[in-house]
């Protein structure tokens, strides 16, 4: 079908990440022409796969883990394209645990740590019984969880061990410190995870065979949208009749309805005009306070089968994923309170060395995903009080614009599955514009 006259296409997707290519080839299976516009010079967003630093052995630089099992979305592409699991080149079975400045023998809590513990996580798995993780949190009543991790965890009178312990664990899962973040995104994404906080820790470990580019691949191929890259979009007008969409370089596109799925802290960075609703600019205005860093190092002299884990390190985590050679390629991530630079080779080495004393770092890799003009920042992860006041309203179109990214998703905020729920969402909202254009054909 051809778009309206005057336009470029029906919906203009900005983005070529997951959200947006789902949305894309929905919009394609419903028949209507789409232009998708990505201001990289590669598809994916916040994913990235490609080879290690010198070496043949492919990395995801971003977003990485499924978990079809707790993953409904994920789950639906995978059947339709046919997709497996990989193999795991590498399984860690066990943990390297270093607290208060050296390596534990042995799990880090004991005695009393262990029934603090216990209450603490009956407490957490309890909380998250009363999340519906189909439905937006402001439409439940769950404000008294929307209040920080520290303020929920200390809610309980627990040691300064056990608090470090269960903070952690949340830090990994958000790259924000435990004052910053909310407990109702760490409590939501346990909901999806079947209510199960270990499942949300330890089970969300398979990745794609093929990695995030073979999915990102069957996505094009199916929905076969119109696709620019180098097409960093800077303004987004709405008139009466269009929406006209305009680049850095002043290449100018219009269509009936848009679908902006820019990172949330990327909002900012775009003129739309009308301005966005109240919801929206305030989410956009406040961000999210996701500062996780990845890197990926080769390393000599670090067993194969461990993991180290510890609050209070440059390296939060650490855990080897492939062999290569003679050597050993680990990913280790770093969340505030410390943040490593992680593209610093000779200070990813001394924070591997934390966990294996005679670790020899031979190269690292990273993206720096804070400083790239694209995400600035990793995942979302809500502040206090920010998903039970926009939560439903910054999912809602703004006219003719409507708006996805895993960021904005109700069950798995911030991942893949996300993604492709928010997207599809976006597709629908945009397919019920574009129907009206059409005097409902």
Same mark, same amino acid.
């Given at each position: 079908?051809?778009?309206?006259?005057?336009?470029?296409?029906?919906?203009?997707?900005?983005?070529?990440?997951?959200?947006?290519?789902?949305?894309?080839?929905?919009?394609?299976?419903?028949?209507?022409?789409?232009?998708?516009?990505?201001?990289?010079?590669?598809?994916?967003?916040?994913?990235?796969?490609?080879?290690?630093?010198? *070496?043949?052995?492919?990395?995801?630089?971003?977003?990485?883990?499924?978990?079809?099992?707790?993953?409904?979305?994920?789950?639906?592409?995978?059947?339709?394209?046919?997709?497996?699991?990989?193999?795991?080149?590498?399984?860690?079975?066990?943990?390297?645990?270093?607290?208060?400045?050296?390596?534990?023998?042995?799990? #880090?809590?004991?005695?009393?740590?262990?029934?603090?513990?216990?209450?603490?996580?009956?407490?957490? &798995?309890?909380? +998250? %019984?009363?999340?519906?993780?189909?439905?937006?949190?402001?439409?439940?009543?769950?404000?008294?969880?929307?209040?920080?991790?520290?303020?929920?965890?200390?809610?309980?009178?627990?040691?300064?061990?056990?608090?470090?312990?269960?903070?952690?664990?949340?830090?990994?899962?958000?790259?924000?410190?435990?004052?910053?973040?909310?407990?109702?995104? +760490?409590?939501?994404?346990?909901?999806?995870?079947?209510?199960?906080?270990?499942?949300?820790?330890?089970?969300?470990?398979?990745?794609?065979?093929?990695?995030?580019?073979?999915?990102?691949? +069957?996505?094009?191929?199916?929905?076969?949208?119109?696709?620019?890259?180098?097409?960093?979009? *800077?303004?987004?007008?709405?008139?009466?009749?269009?929406?006209?969409?305009?680049?850095?370089?002043?290449?100018?596109?219009?269509?009936?309805?848009?679908?902006?799925?820019?990172?949330?802290?990327?909002?900012?960075?775009?003129?739309?005009?009308?301005?966005?609703?109240?919801?929206?600019?305030?989410?956009?205005?406040?961000? %999210?306070?996701?500062?996780?860093?990845?890197?990926?190092?080769?390393?000599?002299?670090?067993?194969?089968?461990?993991?180290?884990?510890? #609050?209070?390190?440059?390296?939060?985590?650490?855990?080897?994923?492939?062999?290569?050679?003679?050597?050993?390629?680990?990913?280790?991530?770093?969340? #505030?309170?410390?943040?490593?630079?992680?593209?610093?080779?000779?200070?990813?080495?001394?924070?591997?060395?934390?966990?294996?004393?005679?670790?020899?770092?031979?190269?690292?890799?990273? %993206?720096?995903?804070?400083?790239?003009?694209?995400?600035?920042?990793?995942?979302?992860?809500?502040? #206090?009080?920010?998903?039970?006041?926009?939560?439903?309203?910054?999912?809602?179109?703004?006219?003719?614009?409507?708006?996805?990214?895993?960021? &904005?998703?109700?069950?798995?905020?911030?991942?893949?599955?996300?993604?492709?729920?928010?997207?599809?969402?976006?597709?629908?909202?945009?397919?019920?514009?574009?129907?009206?254009?059409?005097?409902?054909?």
């Amino acid at each position: 079908m051809t778009s309206a006259p005057g336009t470029s296409a029906d919906v203009v997707v900005i983005g070529a990440g997951f959200a947006g290519l789902a949305a894309a080839r929905d919009l394609r299976d419903a028949g209507r022409s789409v232009l998708v516009l990505e201001g990289r010079d590669r598809l994916g967003g916040r994913t990235w796969r490609r080879p290690f630093a010198s *070496t043949n052995q492919p990395i995801e630089m971003g977003g990485t883990w499924v978990a079809p099992q707790y993953q409904p979305w994920v789950a639906e592409e995978m059947r339709r394209y046919g997709l497996r699991l990989a193999e795991h080149a590498l399984m860690p079975s066990r943990f390297v645990w270093r607290f208060d400045g050296a390596i534990t023998p042995g799990f #880090p809590l004991s005695g009393q740590e262990l029934y603090e513990l216990e209450r603490a996580l009956y407490r957490i &798995i309890e909380a +998250a %019984h009363r999340i519906d993780v189909e439905r937006p949190r402001d439409l439940q009543a769950l404000a008294d969880l929307d209040v920080s991790v520290e303020q929920f965890l200390r809610a309980e009178p627990m040691s300064r061990r056990t608090y470090e312990f269960l903070s952690a664990f949340g830090s990994l899962g958000s790259g924000a410190a435990s004052d910053e973040w909310s407990a109702l995104t +760490a409590l939501s994404l346990i909901a999806a995870s079947d209510r199960s906080a270990y499942a949300w820790f330890a089970a969300v470990v398979d990745k794609l065979e093929g990695g995030t580019q073979s999915l990102l691949d +069957a996505l094009v191929e199916d929905g076969d949208p119109v696709l620019e890259t180098s097409a960093r979009v *800077t303004h987004v007008r709405q008139d009466e009749g269009a929406v006209t969409v305009t680049c850095e370089d002043g290449r100018t596109y219009s269509a009936g309805a848009a679908i902006v799925t820019a990172p949330v802290n990327v909002w900012r960075d775009i003129a739309f005009d009308p301005p966005l609703s109240d919801a929206k600019a305030a989410l956009a205005r406040d961000g %999210h306070p996701n500062r996780m860093g990845k890197v990926w190092a080769l390393v000599e002299g670090v067993p194969e089968d461990a993991m180290g884990f510890g #609050p209070g390190n440059d390296l939060l985590f650490v855990a080897p994923q492939y062999r290569v050679g003679d050597a050993v390629l680990i990913v280790g991530f770093s969340s #505030p309170p410390c943040l490593l630079d992680v593209t610093d080779g000779a200070a990813v080495g001394e924070a591997v060395r934390a966990y294996f004393p005679g670790a020899r770092v031979a190269a690292v890799d990273a %993206h720096d995903w804070v400083a790239d003009p694209f995400a600035r920042g990793g995942w979302l992860t809500y502040r #206090p009080g920010q998903a039970t006041r926009l939560m439903s309203a910054v999912q809602e179109p703004d006219t003719r614009v409507c708006f996805a990214g895993a960021d &904005i998703a109700n069950g798995w905020i911030g991942w893949i599955d996300g993604a492709l729920e928010s997207g599809r969402r976006a597709a629908g909202q945009a397919l019920s514009i574009a129907n009206q254009n059409h005097g409902g054909s």
